[in-house]
């Protein structure tokens, strides 16, 4: 029995997720060669991981999982893989969308400088934050309790907020 279908389906679901993958390289890599060497080791564990895929669950609740788990690991190593397969070839890009000069534009490229400055998961608490996921949802990707996804949200929020003021006092 060929299995083709089931990997078609499951290129498909990661595609039409992709977002999440973008977000998160955009979060943990300044550069565009980070976020695509980042692109690409998602995609593997998440190709690697598809297996473990529990249908009973939210498809973009495990993707999210998978790919802050290696967004992380990634940054804390800052090993990159030798073994890697091109982007285009598997169907993925990841754009670099450099912001233009208006003040909302610019305020966006601030709130990523300040996310990118936070620990790594606090970093990821934003990400699903700012992805309006519920403290539930939060709770059950990253493994914390509800309680513990509040306080540390609304601490980073704090950081944040001064985080912000201080730049934009420069």
Known sequence: MSTAPVNDAFVKLVQQNSGIIYKICNAYCANRSDREDLAQEIIYQLWKAGKSFD?????????YRVALNTAISFYRTGSRKTNTVALHETGFDVEDKTPGENNL??????LQKCISELKELDRALMILY???KSY???AEITGLTETNVATRINRAKEKLK???LHYNKL
């Open 105 to 110: 534009e610019e305020n966006i490229t601030l």
């Open 136 to 138: 539930s949802e939060i």
């Open 162 to 164: 001064q985080k912000f």
């Open 55 to 63: 249908a009973q669950y939210k498809f973009t609740t495990w993707m």
């Open 130 to 132: 700012l992805e309006a």
